[in-house]
């Protein structure tokens, strides 16, 4: 496995985001888009679109030709109150994703919504409200059927407990829940509800168990 150059190392200062903690993680530009490449297989990783966290939110950093995007999940990105203790705590959460071409309207507009509070320095409660609220107002309009996004990364860390748990990947599939999965279980690595059982939020992550998670490699 490559090393992972200046991993968490590359720490914000004062100049960047303010709101930021200092445990909160930020990489040279191009050590950023090694990692959110590292989430998918490099058939779509390789051509995606990538996006790296900037002063105000994500910011474009390459501009891919397959309609899949990549970036680096912050603790923005961990499930609204079941989760809250993640929000919360700074540098407990680096998750390379890259969503499909569906995946990259709902999905990934969510996301630049969270980061773009979270570097503002919002609260748990103020960052879920402005989703939830950008979703009933339509400004976020649901996934019109099923999209979903690869989490193969074995860069990623989801929390103190979980660490980083199985390379996966993401469906968003709105209003199912994990009694139509049968009733699946996190510990025994089944296909579970990751956030928003039953509505048009609705994320199942799946361990694709079997495969070793990519590896950024090691910038110089």
């Known amino acids: 496995m490559v090393k992972l150059s200046g991993f968490l190392a590359a720490l914000v200062t004062a100049a960047f985001a303010p709101a930021l903690a200092a445990e909160d993680p930020v990489w040279p530009k191009d050590e950023e ?6 989430a998918g297989p490099a058939s779509v990783s390789t051509d995606a679109s990538v996006w790296v966290l900037g002063e105000a ?10 309609g899949f995007n990549c ?14 203790d993640l929000f919360e705590t700074p540098g407990s959460v680096v998750a390379p994703i890259c969503y499909d071409p569906k995946a990259s309207g709902a999905p990934m507009k969510e996301q630049f919504l969270r980061a773009e509070l979270g570097v503002e320095g919002k609260s748990h409660d103020q960052v879920r409200d402005a989703v939830m609220g950008a979703f009933d107002k339509g400004e976020i309009a649901p996934v019109d059927g099923v999209a979903f996004a690869y989490m193969y990364s074995a860069a990623q860390r989801l929390g103190e407990g979980i660490g980083a748990w199985h390379p996966h990947v993401m469906v968003y599939a709105p209003g199912y829940t ?17 956030e928003a059982p039953g509505s048009a939020r609705t994320i199942i992550a799946i361990p694709v168990d079997g495969r070793d998670g ?7």
């Open 178 to 194: 994990n009694e139509m999965l049968g009733g699946a279980s996190i510990a025994r690595g089944d296909p579970i509800v990751a």
């Open 33 to 38: 888009i090694a990692i959110a490449r590292s």
């Open 214 to 220: 990519h590896i950024a490699p090691k910038l110089d």
């Open 71 to 84: 970036l680096v999940m912050r603790r923005w990105g961990a499930a609204f109150n079941a989760q809250r």
């Open 57 to 66: 939110g994500y910011e474009i950093a390459v501009e891919g030709t397959n």
